[in-house]
């Protein structure tokens, strides 16, 4: 027997989040689940605390769709590995930390047909200082490249249509770290319609960063302009 097909997948990379993932998926399935049929895909990039048994443990009552890592692979890998597995008509992208606020997702969903991509804007960061003036210097230059009209392309928070997802995820993959930036540059580039909904931003629910440290932003903006640059050649014909 096939499986059931649902309306909405919602797609989680986790990694080292024992302490409040449970608690993040919860409240997520509370808040989504009255408007949409759903299930969970979550990309389990390698941890090495109790994460994956807290999963495991979880999908016994939940719907989830566990994709296991026993080797960390990083953020971008995991998302693209979650995308390529989805079925549904629409996947809803979101950090697993707790920052994200479902209860944003009413407005995404209300205008799920008005465009192909929707994108949050974190009007108020709760990020720290450094991280977010890091990420204000990126955006600069960022859009000396691409000009987008949205305000926050790197927001973890995004409905897409599968069709989108599908025509973008083999191009996927250039940043390590910064997913959500290619992501918005390519969906741009490519012609696809993109909207920006104001969203809610938390402070994490547990511990700190997995990512970006103080210690490894010099190797991480490196990397990113380089692949900022890589991403706008392979593009620019298409744009």
């Known amino acids: 027997m096939l499986e059931e097909k649902p309306v909405l997948e919602i797609l989680l990379p986790v990694h080292n989040e024992a302490e409040s993932i449970e608690g993040t998926i919860r409240e997520i399935y509370a808040v989504v689940s009255p408007q949409a049929d759903l299930r969970f895909i979550i990309c389990e990039d390698g941890s090495t605390d109790d994460t994956k048994k807290v999963l495991l443990r979880l ?3 939940l719907p989830l769709k566990l994709i ?4 960390r ?9 979650g995308m390529k597995s989805m079925r549904a008509d629409y996947l809803l992208c979101l950090d697993s930390d707790g920052q994200c606020d479902p209860n944003d997702f009413g407005k995404f969903w209300k205008a799920r047909d008005r465009q192909d991509v929707a994108i949050g804007w974190r009007v108020k960061r709760a990020d720290t200082v450094l991280r977010r003036a890091l990420s204000r210097v990126f955006y600069l230059v960022y859009q000396l490249f691409y000009r987008i009209p949205v305000h926050d392309p790197s927001c973890p928070f995004v409905l897409s249509h599968k069709r989108v997802i599908e025509g973008l995820v083999a191009e996927l993959g250039e940043m390590q ?3 959500w930036w290619e992501f918005t540059a390519r969906v741009y580039r490519q012609g696809y319609s993109l909207r920006e909904i104001p969203v809610n931003h938390r402070s994490r629910s547990a511990g700190e960063t ?4 103080i210690s490894r932003m010099p190797g991480i903006g490196y990397r990113h302009f380089v692949a900022l640059f890589r991403i706008w050649m392979q593009t620019r014909r298409k744009a």
């Open 73 to 81: 692979k990083g953020y971008s890998r995991a998302v693209i590995d």
């Open 177 to 179: 770290q910064g997913f």
């Open 59 to 61: 999908g016994a009552s």
């Open 210 to 213: 997995q990512v970006y440290r």
């Open 68 to 71: 296991l890592n026993e080797e």
